[in-house]
């Protein structure tokens, strides 16, 4: 049981350049995430999807695309990349997506560093 | 209406110490709350929940709220090098509809506990 598992790990690009994060989670759970973490601003909701077939923005969606193709795997597209994405990259699932008072632990992967030169 | 601020610190103490890691809110409808830890070079993992009444306990860790001053604490007792990590305060998204199982998050506390 591997959890949440994201490649690459670490990767460097040139500004225009295009790429996708790769996140699979491997307990069966409904809803996943994408954030991005830079320094002094915590993290912040790029993309989710609460369920197979939808996606919602999150809080900084622009620049960014994503594709929940199955019930495993949701990838982070970066069409033209800038300087300003930056950043360590969490995908994260959580079970049903369904809203309680109480929310839903998330459980994160271990996190890609990009780099935008 | 995120309403979840955090001082991000860098915190530094001796082993043994007892660490307060503190947060504050502004909406008082908010209820459960949330502490995740993030080791270096990690993702966050869920330490804890707390609701807005009363602490919770767990081992060295425990969590409390502050409903009138609306302050969230995270006390560590005795702490050990292995507890220096990034301690992040969240709190699930209110109401119902589309937007399900979101989590808004501080900015996150850095502790560094040295032996």
């Known amino acids: 049981n591997a959890g949440v598992t994201q490649t690459p790990k670490f990767q460097v690009l040139k500004t225009g350049q295009s790429m996708t994060l790769q996140c699979a989670q491997d307990?069966?759970?409904?809803?996943m995430y994408w954030y991005r973490q830079d320094p002094g601003m915590g993290l912040r909701l790029i993309y989710y999807s609460a369920s197979e077939g939808t996606t919602d923005k999150g809080e900084v969606p622009n620049g960014y695309n994503v594709s929940r193709l199955n019930k495993r795997e949701f990838s982070l597209r970066l069409e033209s990349a800038a300087p300003s994405q930056t950043s360590v990259y969490f995908c994260?699932?959580?079970?049903?997506?369904?809203?309680?008072?109480?929310?839903?632990?998330?459980?994160f992967g271990p996190g890609t560093r990009l780099l935008v030169l | 209406q995120k309403e979840v601020e955090q001082d991000p610190g860098p915190l530094s103490v001796p082993e043994g110490a007892i660490v307060s890691l503190n947060c504050t809110y502004s909406?008082?409808?908010?209820?459960?709350f949330m502490w995740y830890r993030q080791y270096s070079r990690k993702g966050p993992e869920l330490l804890m929940y707390t609701y807005s009444s009363g602490n919770k306990e767990d081992g060295r860790f425990t969590a409390q709220v502050d409903k009138s001053s609306k302050y969230i604490s995270l006390f560590i007792r005795d702490s050990q090098p292995s507890d220096s990590a990034t301690y992040l305060c969240?709190?699930?998204?209110?109401?119902?509809?589309?937007?399900?199982?979101?989590?808004?998050f501080g900015r996150g506390t850095q502790l560094t506990v040295w032996p």
């Open positions: 307990m069966n759970h409904n809803s």
């Open positions: 909406n008082s409808a908010f209820q459960y």
């Open positions: 994260a699932s959580s079970a049903k997506g369904v809203w309680s008072l109480r929310g839903e632990t998330q459980y």
């Open positions: 969240a709190r699930p998204r209110q109401g119902r509809g589309s937007t399900l199982g979101r989590l808004y």
